[in-house]
């Protein structure tokens, strides 16, 4: 009886996991988890209503991209794009009411921050209309790692003081979304290929795609030891165990494709660590 309740539980919290990965909810916690880190690595106070920003523009931007990519692939053997082509009509809805109320509450933020954020905003433009005619054959991947930590950094980069430091750990962070990106590549290789889908191993080969992964792991290492031997904190620390896991995860890639995109765009959710340790700090109850 205990077993068969465990694996009830498990049933139903893998099926939680897959729904809000599905909307993109993990992408959208990732996001302020990674905006956290930025504003502590900067020395920043953002107010709430600028994480809450984020969390909308982020969940509406990538549920758009679901719902166009959902009305253009014939192929929806596997559920997740199923339940993108299911709901694609709802999605879409819901994506254009996130990024309303997204930029309605911008008009709250400083203007640094929004002019950051309109810059971010141009270049997603530019993003869907290269999407849309077709031209991000190979370079998708790297075009969403640039709109990603573009989004993260940008709008706080124009309210902080960056220096040495924080140039490293935007480096570090680039690593670890191109290298979560390119893992799901390789995973996603087989399955891509029969939807007559496109990405950077696709259109190279894995080969390739390992070879840029390598090149990001030695970039991640010497970037990492730059900062280590001058000023070693929780912020690198955080950083260099996010691109740990994802390298690990780029090298498990066989047979655990959800398991992979579950566990990389969770672990995201680490670079809320400084900000977590800031507020024990605050109330006391660490020395």
Not at 199 to 220: H, K, Q
Request: proline share 2%; glycine share 6%.
């Amino acid at each position: 009886m205990r077993v068969i309740l465990v694996q009830g539980i498990k049933a139903k919290l893998l099926k939680l996991f897959r729904l809000l990965q599905f909307l993109s909810i993990d992408i959208g916690l990732a996001a302020v988890a990674s905006a956290t880190f930025a504003s502590q690595a900067l020395n920043l106070e953002p107010p709430a209503v600028y994480y809450l920003v984020l969390f909308l523009i982020v969940l509406g931007i990538y549920n758009a991209d679901h719902a166009w990519d959902a009305g253009r692939i014939e192929d929806r053997s596997d559920s997740r794009r199923a339940f993108h082509f299911r709901w694609r009509r709802t999605i879409a809805v819901l994506s254009g009411i996130c990024i309303f109320s997204g930029a309605l509450l911008a008009l709250l933020l400083p203007k640094e921050v929004v002019i950051g954020g309109l810059l971010v905003g141009l270049l997603m433009c530019v993003y869907f209309l290269m999407l849309r005619a077709g031209r991000l054959t190979r370079l998708k991947e790297l075009f969403v790692t640039i709109g990603f930590t573009s989004g993260i950094w940008v709008p706080l980069l124009l309210s902080g003081n960056p220096d040495f430091r924080i140039g490293v750990l935007i480096v570090l962070f680039f690593i670890a979304c191109a290298l979560n990106l390119l893992s799901l590549a390789l995973c996603d290789l087989h399955i891509d290929r029969l939807h007559g889908e496109t990405n950077l191993a696709l259109v190279t080969s894995e080969s390739f795609v390992r070879l840029v992964i390598g090149i990001l792991c030695i970039v991640g290492a010497l970037a990492g030891l730059a900062i280590v031997l001058t000023r070693p904190d929780w912020f690198i620390t955080v950083s260099l165990i996010q691109v740990l896991i994802q390298v690990g995860l780029s090298f498990w890639t066989s047979n655990r494709h959800e398991a992979i995109r579950l566990i990389g765009d969770w672990a995201f959710l680490l670079y809320a660590i400084p900000w977590v340790i800031q507020k024990l700090d605050s109330l006391h109850l660490i020395s």
